[in-house]
């Protein structure tokens, strides 16, 4: 690791952190409070694994956050909560079947969860007060209690859906970048009643997460 000389100190230069929201008002509300780079890459995993595999191909970093605001599973995750992802899963990338839902993995294909470092999920959790669980990625939203329950039912750990996380993780699993996933609850997964979505309070929420997560993240090194 290369030392920077402080004051007469030498110092550990601040980790090379990359943030990746979907849309503007989400990249705005971690920018208030994070001094580091945060870009919007579209709403969807498409968008996200573009959009950050394009920074990725421009800059170095030794880290990147997929961030924003999300569905959360009652009872755990209520509107307000912030959520730091101990696994990232795409819950709908594969087959159905007559027998259920097969997930690409047992079609012999890719894979469908990336796990952030179980460490930084730690520190980030602790600092934040953030609670950890799956996030699931999803390329649409969920609207019923029925999907709700299945979800449930298939991954029991989830406490939060978003749409982008697992495009941000494969695009930094391609560069070799770990990946961390943060989001705000701003409705309930269940049936859709977008005039609920508390945005605002997701949005605050997501801004005063990321200015307690800023040391943790600037400080975070793999080796
Ligand atoms: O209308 C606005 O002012 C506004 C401000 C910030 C964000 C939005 C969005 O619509 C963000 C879409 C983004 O949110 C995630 N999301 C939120 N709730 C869910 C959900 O229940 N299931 C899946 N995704 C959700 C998602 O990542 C979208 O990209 C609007």
Redesign the pocket.
């Known amino acids: 690791m290369v030392l920077q000389a402080e004051e007469g100190r030498l110092i550990a230069p601040s980790a090379r952190v990359l943030v990746a929201t979907?849309?503007p008002?989400?990249r705005d509300a971690v920018a208030r409070t994070f001094p580091g780079e945060v870009i919007a890459v579209g709403?969807?995993p498409a968008r996200a694994a573009a959009g950050t595999a394009t920074a990725l191909t421009k800059a170095p970093y030794d880290l990147v956050v997929s961030a924003?605001?999300?569905?959360g599973f009652a009872p755990h995750a209520p509107v307000g909560t912030l959520v730091v992802a101990d696994e990232i899963t795409a819950a709908d990338l594969g087959a159905q079947t007559p027998d259920g839902f097969l997930p690409v993995t047992d079609l012999g294909f890719g894979t469908v969860t990336h796990l952030p470092p179980a460490a930084l999920v730690r520190q980030a959790a602790d600092a934040t007060g953030a609670r950890t669980g799956a996030v699931l990625t999803?390329s649409t939203?969920?609207g019923t209690a029925e999907r709700a329950d299945e979800l449930r039912r298939r991954h029991p750990t989830a406490l939060a859906?978003?749409?982008?996380g697992f495009g941000v993780a494969e695009a930094a699993a391609l560069h070799g970048v770990p990946v961390l996933e943060v989001r705000a609850v701003?409705?309930p997964?269940g049936p859709r009643d977008r005039a609920a979505?508390r945005?605002g309070e997701a949005?605050q929420a997501l801004a005063e997460g990321f200015g307690k997560l800023a040391p943790v993240l600037e400080s975070w090194k793999t080796v």
């Open positions: 979907a849309v008002a989400e709403v969807g924003g605001i999300g569905g999803v939203v969920t859906e978003a749409m982008e701003s409705n997964v979505w945005i949005l």
